[in-house]
């Protein structure tokens, strides 16, 4: 298993940025197959918003926030990160990180995902 801890979090106002980053411990990240960023609002299901593959060279986005979030990884350092532009009051969420043990085209499901991070709150005024 890979315990995952994010940070980065705050409150921000609209058009504002943040950076996520998402630590993980234990299982090295190398042998994680794809990381993902995903989202709950209150009231409602958690989403998804990002996905990124094994070598980090595959990235993949929720419509929603294409063009304005970027998702990397450094599996040096263990740490997979969200950089989140040009912010909206739509995006205010917990967001969580997961890691897949199992590999897919572009999982995007939770339930394609294996361990997941505690969350950190993203709350974007207007």
């Known amino acids: 298993q890979v315990q995952l801890v994010e940070s980065g979090g705050g409150l921000v106002q609209a058009g504002g940025s943040l950076r996520l980053s998402c630590a993980g411990s234990?299982?090295?990240?190398?042998?994680?197959?794809?990381m993902g960023w995903f989202r709950q609002a209150p009231g409602k299901e958690r989403e998804f918003v990002a996905g990124?593959?094994?070598?980090?060279?595959?990235?993949y986005y929720a419509d929603s926030v294409k063009g304005r979030f970027t998702i990397s990884r450094d599996n040096a350092k263990n740490t997979v990160y969200l950089q989140m532009n040009s912010l909206k009051p739509e995006d205010t969420a917990v967001y969580y990180c997961?890691?897949?043990?199992?590999?897919?085209?572009?999982?995007?499901?939770?339930?394609?995902?294996?361990?997941w991070g505690q969350g950190t709150q993203v709350t974007v005024s207007s």
């Open positions: 990124i593959g094994r070598s980090g060279t595959r990235t």
């Open positions: 997961a890691a897949a043990f199992r590999w897919g085209a572009t999982p995007s499901r939770t339930a394609d995902f294996d361990s």
């Open positions: 234990g299982r090295t990240f190398n042998s994680v197959y794809d």
